[in-house]
């Protein structure tokens, strides 16, 4: 069974501030996708990975995939309130079913 | 930009009762899927539709639910006689390719069963 573990889980830090999350499994993904969620709505795509080392950069999130594709992180610099929210992992696992990890759930302070 | 839509946002149903849940898919995409989220909890694959088939299924994914692609456009699950245990935010999604390629997930259905 592929598992994928993020952390870490609750996350409350400083407007300003710089953090980093996890997603780890002892699973070789095929690639890892990062996703937002909003209470009572649907994961929004936040970016794919797919290639070992791969480094991916959306404005002030960095996301990265491990060497070996079993781990990521997603590192928010001068985090704002805006990025308040859940913040979900997913490796493609099988044929293409996607394994989430339980997410992080970040609170920036003003 | 095109999106996954689901209807209805919230289905009210008394145990033991049917329930269809509608998707329409990304009308380019080939591959679709329904997760479901109980509350708390994480995401959780129930099977994987292309071709007019089943590609893959889970093991929550047991003969009370099946998936249907009625026409061109919609994607449906039924659950034949809903459980309590069956509540839970159900989450369409399509992509379109198979393997390493992106999924794109709709609003979600919450599914109350009393």
């Known amino acids: 069974t592929q598992l994928l573990e993020q952390s870490p889980q609750f996350l409350s830090i400083q407007e300003g501030e710089n953090l980093t999350v996890y997603c780890n499994s002892s699973?070789?993904?095929?690639?890892l996708q990062w996703y937002r969620q909003e209470p009572g709505e649907g994961p929004v795509l936040l970016v794919t990975v797919v290639t070992g080392g791969e480094v991916k950069k959306l404005k002030r999130l960095t996301f990265q995939f491990g060497d070996a594709r079993k781990d990521s992180s997603l590192h928010i610099t001068a985090a704002q309130t805006g990025d308040t929210g859940l913040y979900l992992c997913a490796g493609v696992g099988g044929a293409q079913k996607l394994v989430f990890g339980q997410g992080t759930r970040l609170t920036i302070n003003p | 930009e095109p999106e996954v839509t689901q209807t209805p946002s919230h289905q009210v149903t008394q145990m033991g009762q049917e329930v269809i849940l509608r998707c329409v898919p990304i009308s380019n995409h080939l591959y679709f899927y329904w997760y479901r989220q109980i509350l708390g909890q994480k995401v959780e694959f129930l099977v994987s539709?292309?071709?007019?088939?089943?590609?893959?299924k889970s093991e929550i994914f047991d003969d009370q639910f099946s998936v249907e692609r009625p026409d061109g456009s919609n994607f449906t699950l039924k659950i034949r006689s809903t459980k309590l245990e069956d509540s839970a935010m159900y989450f369409c999604?399509?992509?379109?390719?198979?393997?390493?390629?992106?999924?794109?997930f709709g609003p979600g259905t919450r599914l109350t069963v009393l």
């Open positions: 999604a399509s992509s379109e390719f198979r393997g390493t390629d992106t999924q794109y």
């Open positions: 699973s070789v993904f095929s690639s």
């Open positions: 539709f292309y071709n007019n088939e089943i590609s893959e």
